[in-house]
């Protein structure tokens, strides 16, 4: 990538205060005595009400490079984004954006309900920063764009929210920006519009863009970014390429979620691939899983669920029991286990997941332990996520040949 960065993120730290801080005349007054006394909390400390949403955090974006940021509700994905569009500011570090922003944030936030669609394309290009003129070279654009033609002279309050987020996102993906914000804008609409969406996303990203994308989409994320940021609790906790940080995040999810969840009798101990890396699509891969099973334990709970997950999207490609699979544990002890499966999947990085299974609920009791499988590209050819091995047989045909009869 060249350029000079457009998109700076330095050593930005964020504080925020729990509920009110003062809602009464009675705590105001001391406070602030207690600031000009010199005796409150400094800028950069926090007091007993406070908390750091971003601690820490640094980054560049240059022109054609596309950062994603996923993480976890609450890690600063959102709050990192209202500091770059300039909502909030730092209270330490620095932030800058060069050129005219476009942020997909909120995108039908700005409408006003009382005024038409025509009125609100022009409030809310103005909102965002175009000329008068500018907004009338592209209004047609923009409507066709949000397919509402029919009522665009309709007042938007009785737009169903659909459109609402058509014309709203119509509007700011069509501003020609220097640098493009987006946070979870990518699933308005219907999945047609969605497609659609993403189509015109992706399009402005291979333009030369800089762009900061936060989704829990984490297949957008693969597909769009050239980078990410795994945040956790405000910092970064991991970065690196796209698929990197996704098999973090996935990793930190079932810790997070074998931390939380119930005892079983089974526990998992090892998970191991025993065959050589990469599997070529369309061979089979063996892995060798160890645990015990405590007392107390009954059938339903000496089942396990086997799961083959998509790093690069985070999407299940394929589940299922060990009862599914043929596998029986033994009633006590300790055990090993040898597991095969036929990857008939697309190149990719993918990972294996064990979790302890109650068959009668159908749920996770408890999280097991992954390993990551390289797919490399093989005998079967075919696109899409898998192959489904697929047969065909000519059962009718023409008598009459190609070129003709006599």
């Given at each position: 990538m060249t350029g000079a960065p457009r998109i700076q993120f330095e050593q930005v730290w964020k504080k925020f205060a729990r509920g009110e801080l003062h809602d009464s005349l009675r705590d105001l007054v001391p406070a602030a005595v207690r600031r000009l006394a010199g005796r409150g909390?400094?800028?950069?400390?926090?007091?007993?009400?406070?908390?750091?949403?971003?601690?820490?955090?640094?980054?560049?974006?240059?022109?054609g490079e596309a950062l994603g940021i996923l993480g976890p509700n609450g890690a600063g994905k959102s709050t990192i984004l209202k500091l770059l569009t300039r909502i909030l500011v730092p209270t330490r570090g620095r932030c800058a954006i060069t050129g005219r922003?476009?942020?997909?944030?909120?995108?039908?936030?700005g409408f006003h309900p009382d005024l038409t669609g025509r009125e609100n394309v022009f409030l809310q290009g103005a909102i965002l920063g175009m000329k008068r003129s500018e907004?009338?070279?592209?209004?047609?654009?923009?409507?066709?764009?949000?397919e509402i033609e029919a009522f665009i002279d309709t007042p938007v309050k009785r737009y169903s929210n659909g459109m609402n987020a058509r014309l709203g996102f119509a509007i700011a993906a069509h501003i020609s920006p220097d640098v493009l914000v987006i946070d979870e804008v990518l699933s308005v609409g219907d999945l047609r519009f969605q497609q659609k969406a993403?189509?015109?996303?992706?399009?402005?990203?291979?333009?030369?863009?800089?762009?900061?994308?936060?989704?829990?989409?984490?297949?957008?994320?693969?597909?769009?970014?050239?980078?990410?940021?795994?945040?956790?609790?405000?910092?970064?906790?991991?970065?690196?390429?796209?698929?990197?940080?996704?098999?973090?995040?996935?990793?930190?999810?079932?810790?997070?979620?074998?931390?939380?969840?119930?005892?079983?009798?089974?526990?998992?101990?090892?998970?191991?691939?025993?065959?050589?890396?990469?599997?070529?699509?369309?061979?089979?891969a063996q892995f060798r899983l160890s645990g015990d099973v405590g007392p107390g334990s009954d059938a339903?709970?000496?089942?396990?669920?086997?799961?083959?997950?998509?790093?690069?999207?985070?999407?299940?490609?394929?589940?299922?029991?060990?009862?599914?699979?043929?596998?029986?544990?033994?009633?006590?002890?300790?055990?090993?286990?040898?597991?095969?499966?036929?990857?008939?999947?697309?190149?990719?990085?993918?990972?294996?997941?064990?979790?302890?299974?109650?068959?009668?609920?159908?749920?996770?009791?408890?999280?097991?332990?992954?390993v990551t499988v390289q797919v490399e590209a093989g005998a079967l050819t075919f696109s899409g996520t898998s192959h489904l091995l697929p047969r065909a047989r000519v059962v009718t045909a023409s008598s009459t040949a190609a070129g003709g009869s006599r």
């Open positions: 909390p400094a800028q950069d400390e926090l007091s007993g009400e406070e908390f750091w949403a971003v601690r820490d955090v640094s980054f560049e974006v240059r022109p922003a476009g942020a997909l944030i909120e995108v039908a936030a907004i009338k070279t592209r209004f047609d654009e923009i409507v066709s764009f949000a993403f189509d015109r996303i992706q399009e402005m990203c291979t333009s030369g863009i800089p762009v900061v994308l936060v989704s829990h989409q984490l297949e957008r994320i693969a597909s769009l970014c050239t980078h990410a940021l795994l945040l956790e609790r405000g910092r970064i906790a991991k970065r690196g390429t796209p698929t990197e940080c996704i098999e973090a995040y996935l990793e930190s999810s079932r810790n997070s979620e074998s931390a939380a969840s119930h005892t079983s009798a089974l526990t998992f101990d090892a998970l191991s691939l025993e065959s050589e890396l990469p599997v070529r699509s369309g061979e089979r339903a709970s000496r089942d396990f669920s086997l799961r083959v997950r998509a790093l690069s999207t985070g999407r299940l490609v394929f589940s299922a029991s060990a009862s599914d699979c043929g596998a029986s544990l033994p009633a006590r002890g300790p055990f090993e286990m040898d597991v095969e499966l036929q990857f008939n999947v697309a190149p990719g990085v993918y990972s294996l997941e064990l979790a302890v299974w109650d068959a009668e609920t159908r749920r996770d009791i408890v999280a097991g332990p992954g």
